[in-house]
Each structure stands twice: as C-alpha cells, then as structure tokens.
C-alpha cells in the first residue's frame, strides 16, 4: 500500500437511543485491530480517541433554531467539526484516516474531512438507510441521518457544518439495504442516489454488486470513502449493534466486499461503526470489525 493507515477513535454516542456505542473504538482495538493491519503489510500509528463528554452529562433537546427534533445536536456538530479536522490533516500529511465510531452520526465528520480537498464517491455498507433528516426522522437520533446530512437535506441544508459539498447524491451507493423508513424509500427513489439491497446480493452475489458499487461511487471522483455500520452484516455474525436487522451479509461476504474494495484501490477514507460491546457476546462484533478493516487494508487468506 505504501502509505500509513492513521486510527482515530470517535467514542461518540449522541447519535444512538442506546447507551454502550461509545466503547465501539476500544472493542475494536481490542479485537486485534493494529495486529490485524500490520499482518496485512500495513503500518499503522493510533492518535487514541476524540474527547467527548458523556451523553448524560448534556441536554438532548438544546439545539440551534429550527432544526427540528435532532437530539444532542450541538454535542454531534462539535464532536463532528473536530473529526472533519483531523481527518482532513491526515490526508494532507498522505496516509489514510482509519475512524472508530462511535455511533454513526461521527460520518459527517469523517465524510467532510475526506471531502474537504477531493470529489468524494460514498459506499454505505448498512441494514439502513440513514436519509431521514431532522423533521421526517421518528426518533430524532442523528445516526439515522449522516447521509441526509453530507447531502444537505431537509434542514441539513442550512447548517454548513453538516454538509459535504463535494459529494454528490450520484456518487453514493447503498451496499445491502434491507430496514428503511417511508420517507426514506421515497427519498432515495426521488434521488440520484443508487441502491443495492440484500435481494440485489441475494440474486447477483456480494462481488458483483460490490464491483458494481465501487463504479458508480469511483466516476468522476478522487477516490470512495467506505462506511460500514456492523448492523450490515446479519446478526449471528454481528450480535453487538443497536439496531440489528435478521438477514444481512454473511462473515464471509463481509470479508468478500472489504477484499473487493483494497483489489480496486480507490479508498481514500474509511470509519467503523456501531459496535456496542454492551450488547455483544464476548467481543464478537469487536473482533469481527477489526478483522474487516483489516479485508480492506489487504490482508488476505495467502
């Protein structure tokens, strides 16, 4: 690869209903994170983690003027304009940001810093959508809304520290879709958006549509950034998520997609999300977003 993956935790949990998302950044570590990249032929250095206040120490509803009933906005755009920074400088400096969520309202972070000096193609690896925005989402939780988000929807629109003017609706792809709201559906069918869902896997296989994804997300881009919610895959291979989804990817089509993405080298940027060791089972889902991020930093069978 020839160019330093740089980790940067992002223990961030004011995105998510439930509480334990935070301890994301460590599980993974712990799950064999740095071992697993350097077997890879990767070398690797830790910045440890964002410093953010616990949820309990905060108000959900204080927020900017209309803006909806985003919780803990404030928290998220503070937490998010500090990751944008960090990302942004780690691509100056010309290695690869590697982020640890942390729930996933940390991708607008990671997504304007990635965007920041580059046309950015988007690959989202999840059971959701994450297109609500603050008046159509039910729950008011902003890990259902990075996308709307960096692509300035709804009120989105009118905080600039939330979008992402370099990536446009059709450089982003939907990789195994299976749990979306109404409003999203229709919001993705007015997009430019493009979307697989887990009957698009079932029907072509996980290299095809992922091959098929990555074209879309790398024409007339500088490179994809890859998110992956550990919701994506199915809950027997991922039990510590928050919102867990029957009938997503298997261990292996997992592994199949992150080794698709390195065979293409097109990552610029990359963050891992959503693991909640709270609700896992001996760090299965810890060890298993380690050894992914791994996939997508080369590390092979031989």
Request: glycine residues 10%.
């Amino acid at each position: 690869m020839g160019r330093t993956v740089r980790i940067i935790g992002a223990p961030m949990d004011y995105g998510a209903n439930r509480r334990g998302v935070d301890m994301g950044p460590s599980a993974i570590r712990y799950g064999g994170l740095a071992d697993g990249l350097e077997s890879a032929g990767v070398e690797c250095t830790d910045s440890g983690d964002l410093l953010i206040p616990r949820a309990e120490e905060r108000d959900p509803d204080a927020k900017p003027p209309r803006t909806g009933n985003a919780k803990f906005l404030n928290e998220t755009e503070d937490v998010c304009t500090r990751l944008e920074d960090q990302v942004a400088e780690t691509l100056s400096e010309g290695s690869f940001p590697l982020v640890l969520g942390g729930d996933h309202s940390i991708s607008i972070g990671t997504m304007s810093g990635s965007a920041r000096e580059a046309d950015l193609g988007v690959i989202w690896f999840d059971a959701h959508a994450d297109l609500n925005t603050p008046e159509t989402s039910p729950s008011g939780n902003v890990h259902g809304m990075p996308l709307a988000a960096a692509l300035g929807k709804g009120l989105f629109g009118e905080l600039e520290w939330a979008r992402a003017p370099r990536v446009r609706e059709e450089s982003v792809v939907y990789v195994g879709l299976r749990s979306i709201d109404d409003r999203e559906r229709e919001a993705i069918r007015d997009s430019d958006v493009t979307a697989f869902t887990m009957s698009d896997i079932d029907e072509r296989g996980i290299t095809a549509v992922v091959e098929d994804a990555i074209d879309v997300a790398t024409t007339d881009t500088d490179g994809i950034h890859v998110s992956l919610d550990l919701d994506w895959l199915d809950p027997k291979a991922a039990p510590g998520v928050g919102t867990p989804v029957r009938g997503g990817a298997t261990y292996r089509e997992a592994h199949s997609a992150l080794e698709t993405v390195f065979e293409r080298d097109v990552l610029r940027s990359m963050d891992v999300v959503e693991v909640n060791p709270i609700l896992d089972e001996q760090n299965e889902t810890g060890i298993l977003a380690a050894e992914l991020a791994a996939s997508a930093f080369g590390k092979r069978i031989l």
